[in-house]
T-cell receptor, first 110, second 113 residues
Framework: QQPVQSPQAVILREGEDAVINCSSS?????VHWYRQKHGEAPVFLMI?????EQKGHEKISASFNEKKQQSSLYLTASQLSYSGTYFC???????????FGGGTRLMVKP | ETGVTQSPTHLIKTRGQQVTLRCSSQ?????VSWYQQALGQGPQFIFQ???????GRGNFPPRFSGLQFPNYSSELNVNALELDDSALYLC????????????FGQGTRLTVV
């Protein structure tokens, strides 16, 4: 069962903030966030591990709520370079399988 | 430049044929995962190889198989190709299984006609 991401798409002006949500029907052990620009490979942004440890990137932060089985990605003071599709991936308890959500398309306009 | 390279970049095959896709992992990485990404969708996990052994598998039929070599490069083999196999195939290398960041290659665009 893949995680559900919301919103599916968002358009921002430069400097605005955005939140992307990732919800799972299963227990979360770790959540992985990637950004993929059109025609390019996905690029790692962040991992959130059960227990609260996180590894971050740039001006992007995230939260991980085990009880609600949710993670949120926070993009502050968005830049044009933030445009792309954001994917969350949830790992199983064995840590050997990553299931990605359907993605959130983010467009930042000048 | 992530150091993960995939070949070929594009491929056209006929239904029923077999295909082999290749992935060279980043130096020092011992884990390779393969994904299928249909247009407009998220990557779907096919399987993962860790130290030359299959370490996990997604919901794909047995005609999807793989190998990892002693230098940690990897192959994805697909037999009896179907039209629905048309997709972007991505490999990602990491130092260990899923607890660490993964670096993706640019992918192989497979078209089955």
């Amino acid at each position: 069962q893949q995680p559900v991401q919301s919103p599916q798409a968002v358009i921002l002006r430069e400097g605005e903030d955005a939140v992307i949500n990732c919800s799972s029907s299963k227990a979360l052990y770790s959540v992985h966030w990637y950004r993929q620009k059109h025609g390019e490979a996905p690029v790692f942004l962040m991992i959130l591990l059960k227990g609260g440890e996180q590894k971050g990137h740039e001006k992007i932060s995230a939260s991980f709520n085990e009880k609600k089985q949710q993670s949120s990605l926070y993009l502050t003071a968005s830049q044009l370079s933030y445009s792309g599709t954001y994917f969350c991936g949830t790992a199983n308890n064995a840590g050997n399988m990553l299931t990605f959500g359907g993605g959130t398309r983010l467009m930042v306009k000048p | 430049e992530t150091g993960v390279t995939q070949s070929p970049t594009h491929l056209i095959k006929t239904r029923g044929q077999q295909v082999t896709l290749r992935c060279s992992s980043q130096s020092g990485h011992n884990t390779v995962s393969w994904y299928q990404q249909a247009l407009g969708q998220g990557p779907q996990f096919i399987f993962q190889y860790y130290r030359e052994e299959e370490n996990g598998r997604g919901n794909f039929p047995p005609r999807f198989s793989g190998l990892q070599f002693p230098n940690y490069s990897s192959e994805l083999n697909v037999n009896a190709l179907e039209l629905d196999d048309s997709a972007l195939y991505l490999c990602a290398s990491s130092l260990g299984p899923l607890g660490t960041e993964a670096f993706f290659g640019q992918g192989t665009r497979l078209t089955v006609v």
